[in-house]
């Protein structure tokens, strides 16, 4: 019967490993993990249930190229399925709300930050959901190399919204990240279906390559058949456009794709790439997630990955086709800073984190409104790492979320207010008349006063005001917009030591903090083991291999791989702390010109007060980028002190 549905909806003659096995359970109302090496079909899992269950499947989905490629797919084969993004039109994003409420749609994708819209909640309330699909789950674990907080609430968003079955989907879990998905979705063991992350048909190859010569390494292997589709992955920006224009140069069709670029240019770039007109994308790892192109014979790591997970994802890519595909790492240690420097920055300053406590301890009401924008430039803390701060504070029992609103509700009258209050009859009109009455237009935009209708109108609430507008909005009387997003939390604990909690979250950022930089040193390990590589990482997520040597890698085919520090950097002793840190000085002020900061600025770690004092384009910006941020920072704290009088 399944295999008959399969060819029926989607022409394939038969499952992938493990595929019919998450289906049937998933059909017999089970809640199941699906942990399946990238390539292997793991949104079949969802796809094909979803066309056999009742009502609607509602995706969780990390990236937006993820969400367009599935769409594509599952359009050209007839299966009603849409995505809710930022991208889209008001109509279409109407459309495809009216779609979901009506049960026309038997898959939604939505990114997990959705949950916290208010109007696309209270639209949810009026939609029949069959299956929370939950893909890249492994971000839910702090133990998880991608830890996001906001996966964190998804359980919470199941039980609120009456969703009574769940299939997670990951390709890079260790047991440990498994068995803390497994506890947070309360998923039974048994229900966990693993197929391996064992990949014969992939050569894993380790080369060293001494700084000055990676391009040269480079451009002789992919010359080496230019015509096949492959994936060079960087760690900077820069240096993704550099090598693609290098490439280029040389005769390679290749293109730079990064997040720094604009929307349009990079899906240009992906259907280029997926149609074959583009031979190579030199990317950082905003490129591939989702990207289901089976032809893709090399995946080449220009710098090292940053932790095992990735490198597992990105080699994941290649030979989706089941034939011969070619994965090397062109190693050396001279960017291993670098690597360490993105995880520093995430990781926020104590003093910083007791503003922000301290914040939440003087507060008038039980109350906090939080922009998370404005908040994340006051404390000088990134927007991940703040969120992931306020996940903390919940689990400490310190805040408690309540609902996130929107700041300004607007719209554009489509109908007169006279033919809208005709729609209506006695207090539901009255009703109306007070929204109408206080919402004040102009030129073309009329701005709602909704907390003067609660206070004018008895029987009005914020719930009530918001569903009026909205079903204004789908019956096309106004187009209505919401902006400035607002989290309104319950303070449930004053009593707490400011101290003692801040010491508590600075320490557990310092403990992720060390994971990471952990990560970097076991991917360090791997690329030098004295052991088959393929057997080394499939033992990583808890696979063994029942055979001392693949055949297919470097290590089986010429021994261990030794890499070293290609370039020698001049101490820091020698260069002058002037040249380098007096713009950034003048332009910080009293205030910003601490030791952090300053080695933050020259080691090129982003931060909000960065982008409010527009320091990142002056020219000694990541100056010291390839040395290791806690060497600089002593450093700069040896000479702060002289510059700070």
Not at 481 to 492: F, H, K, L, P
Not at 551 to 556: L, N, R, V, W, Y
Request: hydrophobic residues 35%; proline residues 3%; contains cysteine.
């Amino acid at each position: 019967m399944l295999e008959e549905n399969l060819k029926r909806y989607f022409n394939f003659t038969s499952f992938k490993k493990g595929q019919k096995e998450v289906i049937s359970r998933i059909l017999d109302n089970q809640s199941v993990a699906a942990i399946f090496p990238t390539g292997s079909g793991k949104s079949l899992c969802y796809q094909l249930p979803a066309i056999l269950l009742p009502h609607m499947t509602l995706v969780v989905s990390p990236l937006l190229s993820l969400m367009k490629d599935q769409i594509d797919f599952l359009s050209k084969n007839n299966i009603p399925a849409s995505r809710l993004d930022n991208t889209l039109k008001r109509e279409e994003y109407d459309e495809v709300l009216a779609k979901a409420r009506s049960g026309e749609l038997k898959i939604l994708m939505i990114s997990v930050e959705r949950f916290k819209n208010e109007r696309f909640r209270s639209q949810l309330q009026k939609m029949n959901i069959s299956l929370l699909v939950i893909d890249e789950a492994h971000c839910i674990s702090e133990w998880g190399h991608n830890f996001r907080p906001e996966y964190l609430k998804l359980p919470i968003y199941k039980k609120q919204f009456g969703i009574k079955q769940l299939l997670l989907l990951t390709a890079t879990a260790t047991t440990q990240v498994i068995a803390d998905m497994r506890a947070k979705f309360d998923i039974l063991e048994e229900n966990i279906i693993s197929t391996g992350f064992y990949r014969d048909n992939l050569f894993l190859k380790v080369s060293p390559a001494p700084e000055q010569e990676k391009q040269t390494q480079l451009l002789n292997r992919i010359s080496e058949d230019p015509k096949a589709s492959t994936i060079v992955y960087v760690t900077l920006q820069k240096t993704s456009e550099l090598i693609a224009d290098f490439l280029k140069s040389n005769a390679i069709k290749s293109s730079a794709y990064h997040a720094g670029m604009q929307n349009e240019d990079r899906e240009r770039i992906q259907n280029d790439f997926m149609e074959g007109s583009l031979d190579c994308v030199v990317a950082t790892i905003a490129f591939g997630m989702g990207i289901d192109k089976k032809d893709i014979r090399r995946i080449i790591h220009y710098d090292l990955p940053k932790s095992l997970e990735s490198y597992s994802q990105e080699i994941g890519r290649a030979g989706r086709d089941d034939k011969p595909a070619f994965c090397e790492v062109l190693a050396n240690l001279d960017n291993v800073s670098v690597l360490e420097n993105f995880i520093y920055g995430d990781t926020p300053e104590k003093q910083d984190i007791i503003k922000l406590l301290n914040k939440i301890h003087n507060h008038k009401t039980s109350l906090l409104e939080i922009k998370l924008l404005s908040l994340s430039n006051e404390l000088n803390i990134r927007m991940l790492p703040l969120k992931t701060l306020l996940v903390y504070l919940e689990m400490e029992g310190i805040l408690s979320p309540k609902y996130t609103y929107f700041g300004e509700y607007d719209f554009k009258y489509i109908a007169d207010q006279s033919e809208i209050l005709t729609k209506f009859e006695g207090e539901r009109k009255e009703f109306v008349k007070e929204i109408l009455s206080n919402s004040h237009t102009a030129r073309t935009i009329t701005k709602i006063d909704i907390q003067q209708i609660i206070n004018n109108y008895p029987k009005a609430n914020r719930q009530r005001v918001i569903s009026a507008l909205e079903y204004f909005s789908e019956k096309r009387w106004i187009e209505l917009n919401a902006r400035q997003s607002i989290d309104v939390y319950d303070i449930t604990d004053r009593d707490f030591d400011i101290d003692a909690v801040g010491a508590k979250m600075s320490l557990l950022f310092k403990n992720k903090e060390h994971n990471e930089i952990q990560r970097i040193t076991q991917m360090i390990s791997f690329l030098e083991s004295n052991s088959c590589l393929s057997r080394k990482l499939a033992e990583y997520f808890g696979e063994v291999i029942n055979k001392d040597c693949c055949g297919h890698c470097s290590f089986c085919q010429s021994g261990q791989t030794h890499i070293t520090q290609s370039t020698q950097l001049p101490s820091l002793q020698t260069l002058s702390y002037k040249d380098l840190a007096d713009a950034f000085i003048k332009s910080a002020g009293t205030d910003n010109y601490t030791v952090t900061n300053t080695a933050r600025f020259l080691c090129g770690i982003s931060s909000p007060v960065f982008t409010k004092l527009k320091v990142k384009s002056l020219n000694s910006f990541g100056s010291l980028e390839k040395y290791p941020f806690q060497k600089v920072k002593a450093w700069v704290a040896a000479k702060w002190t002289f510059y700070a009088s």
